[in-house]
Structures are given as C-alpha cells and as structure tokens.
C-alpha cells in the first residue's frame, strides 16, 4: 500500500505567480489535512477535508488560498500570487480512522 | 484555544541515558499523538494514545498521557544515536465539529551524542 503522496517535492516561485500542491491519500483514505511548516517550528493545520467537501478550514487563510478535494483525483491545496511569506513546507495528511499518516510535503519556495 | 506545549525544545544527551520530554495542552482532550521527523523529512507516527492512563512502548520509547492533568510523556531508555530527530506531540482539536485538526507543539530536538 502506498502511503500518502506529494508532488512537486520541492517548488519555487517568483512573487505573485501560483502555486498548486497535489496530495494523492492512501488507499482507502477519504479524510486529507493540509498542515504548513516554517523552519525549526510545528505543524499549523490549514484545512481538513472529505471528498467533495471542506470539512474545516479554520486554519486557511483568508485570501490567496483554496483547497480541494475531488471526487476523482488528488486533493489540491492552490495558493494565488504568491509572497515570500508563503514559504514553507507544505504537509498533506490522510487518516480512515484516528491516526493521520503524513506524505514528504512540498517545499515551497518564493523568490 | 487548544495550546500545545512541550518541554524542553532542545535535549542533547549521552548514549545509554535515560530522559523524558512533556508535552502539556491547555484544554480536554482525549487523543495525544507522538510523531518523529528527521531534518528535511516527514513525519513518523510513533504512538496515538487514545484514555486516560493509556501507555504504549516501542522499543526504546514509551509514551503515556494523564488526561486529567493534561499532561504527556515521552520516556527514552538508553539512548542511542539513532534516536536523534525531533519529536512533536500533537493533539486532537476533538470539539466535535471537526476532528482530525491537529494541535502541534514546537517540537523537542534531540540530539544522541556518543
């Protein structure tokens, strides 16, 4: 079984361009969280997801960012006109019951 | 707000010592995870505790939580080099309207020196 997958691993960005993460869960899995990273710090949950619905986004936030989760395909957390702030790892996790398993994230880097 | 905190942040230690690193959160919770993250990698789940009393071990480590006191630990036994990453204990928002939302601490640093 596959565990969870992130791609691209690693993405740079020039200031106001865009930026798409894919999450693909693992087999089975229909809930998918979204945590960011800044360096040398914990995990901030952005947004939870089920198929087809947002579960909660309390942690997202309020402009340039969106997520979603098809009914086919991967999750997709987009983050429009992007700044410099915006760099970090981006961590994609997926769970079918209590424990969420994490994917290698995608390091975002905004020049 | 759910606050997660863990102490200390930096640990360096001896091989074949023993420590143990807290974790306390600020409000009712009733899952505690414990997770390993070595530099520029994911996260490693280690152990989900579940009730009050709950202990689990995995080789050198042993994790238990006390809900009523709010209050996590994670046990090392004779530690070994290969040990050495950060741990981050993270808690269940749980407020019934969306579990799954992770409170994470800063994370522990440790470092297993020879």
């Known amino acids: 079984n596959a565990g969870v997958m992130q791609n691209p691993r690693h993405l740079v960005r020039r200031r106001g361009q865009e930026a798409r993460l894919r999450c693909s869960p693992m087999k089975g899995h229909s809930h998918v969280y979204w945590y960011r990273q800044l360096p040398e710090e914990g995990l901030k949950f952005m947004v939870y997801l089920q198929k087809e619905n947002i579960i909660d986004e309390s942690g997202m936030p309020k402009e340039r960012f969106s997520a979603e989760f098809p009914k086919e395909g991967p999750s997709i957390l987009r983050i429009q006109q992007v700044v410099r702030g915006d760099s970090a790892a981006y961590f994609c996790?997926?769970?079918?019951?209590?424990?969420?398993?994490f994917g290698p994230g995608t390091r975002l880097l905004v020049l | 707000e759910l606050k997660v905190e863990q102490n200390p942040l930096f640990l360096s230690m001896q091989e074949g010592k023993n420590y143990t690193i807290y974790c306390n959160y600020s409000t009712t919770s009733d899952r505690l995870y414990w997770y390993r993250q070595d530099p520029g990698k994911s996260l490693e789940s280690l152990f989900v505790l579940l009730s009050n009393g709950a202990v689990k071990q995995e080789g050198r480590l042993m994790a238990s939580l006390d809900t009523k006191a709010r209050l996590s630990t994670l046990h090392i036994t004779a530690a070994v080099h290969d040990l050495s990453a950060t741990y981050f204990c993270a808690v269940d928002k749980g407020d019934g309207g969306s579990q799954g939302n992770l409170i994470f601490g800063k994370g522990t640093k440790l470092s297993v020196k020879p």
């Open positions: 996790a997926s769970s079918l019951k209590e424990t969420q398993y």
